[in-house]
């Protein structure tokens, strides 16, 4: 959280007479269905300025709403795909504990200091995995980066969880090193 939310979240009861917690309990009791119906009722009903009123209703909503599992929803209607993903994320976990997860809204980044590789469900049969492997020349399997332009050098298709072989982690292993 930044020092300005926190803040105003700790200016809170003073300013507005309850704390985040209390604003939170009271909008919990009101069946507000848009964000602007609940600012305008705590500014007519309670006084609380524009500002405040906009900040407990967004931590409300924030806290009622958490945010998706962003994994999640990218494997939703392409859950055969999921195994492989898991698969992949074990083989690459074994690598060592520099590695960081990135999940993002249509894929996952794989990084130790650099990005090495990106998982994403392509389609409702297949994962793209995206490897930077610079100097490394493309084959039938280990093609080019395709969609992912610049973010990898290759790609690898994959469409069954036996596709995640040998050769395939020793892909994986050497975009890992080169990300040092």
């Not at 700790?10 to 602007?36: Q, V």
């Not at 290759?154 to 040092?180: M, P």
Request: hydrophobic share 35%; proline share 6%; aromatic share 6%.
């Amino acid at each position: 959280m930044d020092k300005a939310l926190q803040t105003m979240i700790n200016n809170m009861p003073d300013k507005t007479g309850k704390s985040l917690d209390e604003w939170k309990k009271l909008l919990s009791t009101n069946p507000f269905e848009k964000h602007g119906e609940a600012v305008k009722f705590l500014k007519v009903n309670h006084k609380v300025t524009h500002g405040f009123a906009n900040t407990i209703v967004s931590l409300f909503r924030d806290s009622n709403n958490p945010p998706p599992d962003l994994v999640e929803a990218q494997y939703k209607g392409k859950e055969s795909l999921r195994p492989i993903y898991e698969k992949l994320i074990s083989s690459v976990e074994k690598f060592g504990q520099d590695v960081i997860k990135i999940p993002k809204k249509g894929s996952v980044s794989m990084i130790r200091k650099r990005q090495f590789a990106l998982i994403k469900p392509a389609t409702k049969t297949r994962i793209d995995l995206g490897l930077k492997l610079k100097g490394i020349p493309t084959t039938n399997r280990l093609g080019d980066s395709g969609p992912f332009g610049a973010m990898c050098t290759h790609r690898v298709q994959l469409t069954r969880l036996d596709e995640i072989n040998e050769e395939l982690i020793a892909w994986l292993r050497e975009a890992y090193q080169k990300a040092d």
